[in-house]
């Protein structure tokens, strides 16, 4: 799932140890209290299922009970990943800097996180008395209650980020860095009348190069935005900083989202209990004798994997131990593993319950159940263009001494994996039908996993359950605090007319819809690079579908050509996230695996371009 934060955060300092024991020993409190909230979601929703589903008596309040648990879970789960340094960040550029440079330049990105929190705090506190006037239909409570959570969450990761900035940067590396980000606002301060004056220009000062500046000095996602947006209506507008919390709130607060730290905790529930292994060994049994059979079954495993966790790197994590060393017996070359692996997760993604799906479904107003629906088939598009180059490369395999596995070794591991082969189709069939909505579902789903776990895979014990719900809240954090400062600065975008302008210039465009699509799996390929999936669907999202929309191209379609381009540049190297994620997982070089995977990234931008010309691939099953 958006879910790559294992993958960005950056090498901690050797320097941070004493500094993340003691912060972990002063979480512990928070941490306790999110995975209880994390608890008290899931009970909630699952109580809604059942007395709308078995008793046909729906309680209306558990909707907003839920929606303030969430949100008071999301702004928790924010201060412990920074605690544990584990929200998204793009730290390519950190590595390739000379080791005093680099150490000045995470100090430096510390006190920019530092600048924006602390700056955000007078803000959300105000939204939090604004709301206090507004009562909840439901509960009938002021809404103060749900919003104290963001000053809440900011005031202690604002602590927390101070606290790790003195336990591990040097003092004159903390010093120059204050001085530094305090000179810069200053002069932007009494620049205000020129940028004022400066109209677009200001997108590129602010929201372009600021943005591009925090993201090299490995200023976390979502912060790089936030600045970003800060520093845009601080410096160039009259906006108040009031309406950006609001705007944070809306981003964080959408129902729909209710369903990604279910489904993260789904994912984990995967790994711990070992169903994602079983499917690897059914589908070993079954294909592994033929040629290329485990370059299928790991594209297999893939798609299959996907359809329970939602999340990438769960997926690779899962296959690749399983595969990998029979692979290499075989004669497969590690760098061509890593190929595989990298571009089969890129074509697992919009396999239900895609992390990225619901997002964007929640950020573009796109039909979920039709989301799901489709993605199983653009799946299956870009699923047979990498099997077909696999068969063909695997011309030289080595099948010396390789047999059908019996009949008897077949049926066990089919019996084995059977539970957990439901949870994939069982997901897609309940949403895509319209029996229940994506929330719903990944609660039947976790419960589904966490009893047949303890019933047929070894079961979960406590202190693992407990590690299992603070990694997602942490995770969830991470993600739905981009989430917000995302669509904050999407907005700003939109108020500035620019977005009008944009549409009226794509449509002006010769060749109408399809040099739209050209345009559309160009810009998410290089936002796919540099982003990560889930920033740049909220980012672009609100930009780009309404012009789709008012060109004729089906909401589904759209969104199939988005993702899959987006994870495409995940996966491209040099600067795919994705790409070094499969090479940590798979212990082989970057260097290494970077000339073998072109080919794959070839045969994944075929199936692209099939996805983008022929609308019916993603329609015919609405």
Known sequence: MAQLSESIAPTENPLDTDAIRTGSAIMRPIEMISAALLLLIVGLLLLGVT????????????????????????????????????????????????????????????????????????????????????????????????????????????????????????????????????????????????????????????????????????VPIAFCFGMGTLAFLAFSTNVPMIVMIGRMDEGMSSIILLSVPIFVLLGCILDATGMGKAIVDFLASMLGHVRAGMSYVLLGSLFLVSGISGSKVSDMATVAPALFPEMKRRGYQPKELIALLSTGAAMADTVPPSIVLIVLGSVAGVSIAGLFNAGFGIAMVLLVALALLARWKAIGEDMKGVRRAPMAVIGRTALVAGPALVLPFLIRGVVGGGIATATEVSTIAVLYAFVIGIILYGGIGLRKCYAMLVETAALSGAILMILGTALAMAWALTQTGFARDLATFMAGLPGGWLTFMAVTIVVFLVLGCVLEGLPAIVLMAPLMFPIAKNLGINDVHYSMVVVTAMNIGLMTPPIGIGFYIACKIGNVSPDEAMGAIWPYLVALLIGLVVIAVVPGLSTWVL
């Open 51 to 218: 007395t709308r589903y078995v008793f046909s008596l729906p309680i209306v309040w558990i909707d907003e009970a839920a929606s303030i648990s969430f949100l008071w879970l999301a702004m928790l789960g924010s201060a412990i990943a920074i605690d544990r340094n584990e929200h998204l960040k793009l730290t390519l550029f950190i590595g390739m800097m000379p080791e005093r440079v680099s150490q000045f330049v995470q100090t430096l990105a510390l006190v920019v996180v530092a600048a924006f929190l602390a700056a955000m705090i007078y803000p959300a506190i105000d939204y939090t008395i604004e709301e206090s006037y507004v009562t909840s239909a439901a509960l009938n409570i002021p809404n103060s209650w749900r919003v104290s959570a963001i000053a809440c969450g900011i005031t202690m990761m604002l602590v927390l980020t101070i606290r790790h900035a003195i336990h591990t940067a040097r003092l004159p590396d903390l010093i120059v860095a204050v001085a530094l980000v305090a000179g810069l606002a200053a002069a932007c301060w009494g620049l205000m009348p020129v940028f004022k004056g400066l109209g677009y220009t200001n997108i590129l000062i602010f929201l372009v190069i600021t943005v591009a500046l925090c993201l090299v000095a490995g």
